[in-house]
Nanobody
């Protein structure tokens, strides 16, 4: 059973930067697919950036050019630059052990989730 712990969230001004980190324990995750998701109240969880088993990265259109997912899976990082108010959300780290035909940014692909870290941009 994999445990995921996120850190690095906080409050930042528009245009600022934050770096999120996710530490995994409980299993060797070299072959896992890893990802960052975010959620605001009353909205579905949204895929932000993912790292496939072969470390190929995928990004949501809304963050391309601004966010960068690290190429290491543990710890998994997300560098967020040029932050906007619409980036305000709870950010979650996720891990997928089993292969799936679902898109990498689809939350249903993932088996394990962290507790989240809040990012507020104002």
């Amino acid at each position: 059973h994999v445990q995921l712990v996120e850190s690095g969230g906080g409050s930042v001004q528009v245009g600022g930067s934050l770096r999120l980190s996710c530490v995994a324990s409980g299993d060797t995750i070299g072959r896992y697919c890893m990802g960052w998701f975010r959620q605001i109240p009353d909205r579905e969880r949204e895929g932000v950036a993912t790292l496939a088993g072969d470390t190929t990265a995928s990004y949501a259109d809304s963050v391309k050019g601004r966010f960068t997912i690290g190429n290491a899976k543990n710890p998994l990082t997300l560098q967020m630059n040029d932050l906007k108010p619409e980036d305000t959300a709870m950010y979650y780290c996720a891990a997928a052990k089993t292969a799936s035909s679902l898109p990498y940014l689809d939350e249903k692909r993932y088996d394990y989730w962290g507790q989240g870290t809040q990012v507020t941009v104002s």
